[in-house]
T-cell receptor, first 113, second 112 residues
Framework: DGGITQSPKYLFRKEGQNVTLSCEQN?????MYWYRQDPGQGLRLIYY???????QKGDIAEGYSVSREKKESFPLTVTSAQKNPTAFYLC????????????FGSGTQLSVL | EDKVVQSPLSLVVHEGDTVTLNCSYE??????LLWYKQEKKAPTFLFML????IEKKSGRLSSILDKKELFSILNITATQTGDSAVYLC????????????FGTGTRLTVIP
């Protein structure tokens, strides 16, 4: 079955630690996205990539980094510079020709120890 | 500043009731409006609307867009407990990003 796989489902970060969230898709989509979801707030865009080896900052990129070395993979690193990382992180993908229709993974809940 | 506002924030109904969820928007480069259902983790796509006045239907769910008054509604008839979820409204913008601007969501709870 085609889809988007995020791992791990739950992740804990210690003070000063970088952590990496995995996102893999087998939909053959060109574009991939990372969103952050906080209680009472809408999904906010962190980073997006429309093609391999290229990515752009979204609305809340500070304290995060990404890479897009393969079409299938778009990992997100939450760095120690992100002072409030506790949130639910959603990865998504889309394909030109399908408009703005995004396909989402099941998310990673990140908490700070 | 672009804004998408959903109302109500939460709603509790009994099985069999009909509900209407609202989404209003103020954005500068509107292209489309999308509805998603988020039951536990992954939002799943419901509808994408680009033209005013054309109703989209899928079973007991339907949605319509009014581009003049800048809002959309999502109707669910004969609600079931499986409809309990957070319903997200998002606006697609005419930018190079091809990304979505989301509202805060409406939490619907359907009780037996």
């Amino acid at each position: 079955d085609g889809g988007i796989t995020q791992s791990p489902k739950y992740l804990f970060r210690k003070e000063g630690q970088n952590v990496t969230l995995s996102c893999e898709q087998n939909l053959n989509h060109d574009a991939m996205y990372w969103y952050r979801q906080d209680p009472g707030q809408g999904l906010r865009l962190i980073y997006y990539s429309q093609i391999v080896n290229d990515f752009q900052k979204g609305d809340i990129a500070e304290g995060y980094s990404v890479s897009r070395e393969k079409k299938e993979s778009f990992p997100l690193t939450v760095t120690s510079a992100q002072k409030n990382p506790t949130a639910f992180y959603l990865c998504a993908s889309s394909q030109p020709g399908l408009g703005e229709k995004l396909f989402f993974g099941s998310g990673t809940q990140l908490s700070v120890l | 500043e672009d804004k998408v506002v959903q109302s109500p924030l939460s709603l509790v109904v009994h099985e069999g009731d009909t509900v209407t969820l609202n989404c209003s928007y103020e954005v500068t480069n509107f292209r489309s409006l999308l509805w998603y259902k988020q039951e536990k983790k992954a939002p799943t796509f419901l509808f994408m609307l680009t033209s005013s006045g054309i109703e989209k239907k899928s079973g007991r769910l339907s949605s319509i867009l009014d581009k003049k008054e800048l809002f959309s509604i999502l109707n669910i008839t004969a609600t079931q407990t499986g409809d309990s979820a957070v319903y997200l409204c998002a606006v697609g913008l005419i930018t190079g990003a091809n990304n979505l601007f989301f509202g805060t969501g409406t939490r619907l709870t359907v009780i037996p």
